[in-house]
């Protein structure tokens, strides 16, 4: 939804997308991009000094996600937890504590088609993407990352490609947006996804709108839920084997047909109603 989106508002407009899902990235998929390397990321993880630490215990007390144990003569660091905040190293009142930086992954960005090859897309479409590192365990610094850089593009529009569920990293990609496109698919599963991303939305006070994708092979589940709440729903895509085939190729649905273009013109103008 976010590549042919963003596809779609580029053969008129600058825009910029981001892959926000920087577990499992999969929208360069689909743009089949040039990347290049803009940035590493990562935090800063405490280093204690057993020679200068009193083993007080004040920073494994302060410490609000348990990454710290202090036992009688040796402090326990527990990397996976810590979230670099920085409180523990500015507590110490021996200045035992100081910090090193811990990469976490890689920002990449799209390279600038040269001015021979590039497509209308191309041209138009700034892309980057957030990579975790294997084995890592915090995805949010990567995310807050590509948001400090989305707000600073100059283009008409940034569209953001959101990680499934409804943990820490989607709630760090939530923040401060103008509208949130909801995509589902009319199964129960589908439904409880929705209502929890429903409810996260509400709570965040970010106006949203729903898509139920596949909208014909399930029941009506999702008309109801939208009914029955004075919802929006911004498009229905019904099943469909062309996109299937499409996606399984890694081809976006923009540019193959007609009736795709009109889709997303249609999800375009509904979302533009909604955010009134
Ligand atoms: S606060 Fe400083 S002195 Fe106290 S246990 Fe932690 S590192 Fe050691
Ligand atoms: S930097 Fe923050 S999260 Fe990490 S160990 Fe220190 S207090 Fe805990």
């Not at 825009?15 to 800063?44: C, I, T």
């Not at 990449?108 to 138009?124: D, F, G, Q, V």
């Not at 990579?131 to 610094?141: Q, R």
């Not at 999702?222 to 009914?227: E, F, G």
Request: charged share 25%; net charge negative.
């Amino acid at each position: 939804m976010a590549v042919n989106l963003s596809l779609y508002l580029a053969k008129q407009q600058p825009v910029s997308l981001f892959d926000l899902d920087v577990e499992e990235p999969n929208d360069n998929h689909f743009l089949n991009r040039s990347m290049v390397h803009f940035q590493d990321v990562g935090l800063l993880r405490p280093e204690v000094d057993e020679e200068i630490c009193t083993h007080c215990g004040l920073c494994a007390e302060l410490c609000e996600y348990n990454a710290l144990a202090v036992l009688p003569t040796q402090v326990m660091i527990f990397d996976e937890l810590c979230h670099g905040c920085g409180l523990c190293s500015i507590a110490c009142p021996v200045n035992a504590i100081t910090e090193r930086f811990h990469k976490l992954g890689t920002v990449k960005r799209s390279k600038n088609p040269s001015a021979a090859e590039s497509s209308i897309y191309e041209k138009n479409l700034t892309f980057f993407e957030g990579i975790l590192n294997v084995g890592e365990a915090i995805a949010t610094p990567i995310i807050h990352e590509l948001k400090k850089i989305a707000f600073v593009q100059k283009t008409k529009h940034i569209i953001l490609d959101l990680p499934p569920g409804s943990a820490c990293p989607v709630v760090e990609g939530l923040s401060d947006l103008d509208y949130v496109v909801l995509v589902t698919e009319p199964t129960p599963a589908g439904e409880h996804d929705l209502c929890i991303a429903i409810e996260l939305v509400k709570q965040l006070k970010i106006p949203f709108g729903i898509v139920n994708n596949r909208a014909d092979i399930g029941d009506d589940r999702i008309n109801r839920l939208v009914d029955e709440n004075g919802y929006t729903l911004l498009l229905e895509i019904p099943h469909d084997n062309e996109i299937l085939h499409l996606y399984s190729h890694g081809l976006p649905l923009i540019g193959t047909a007609k009736r795709f273009d009109e889709l997303f013109g249609k999800l375009w103008q509904e979302i533009m109603e909604g955010d009134k």
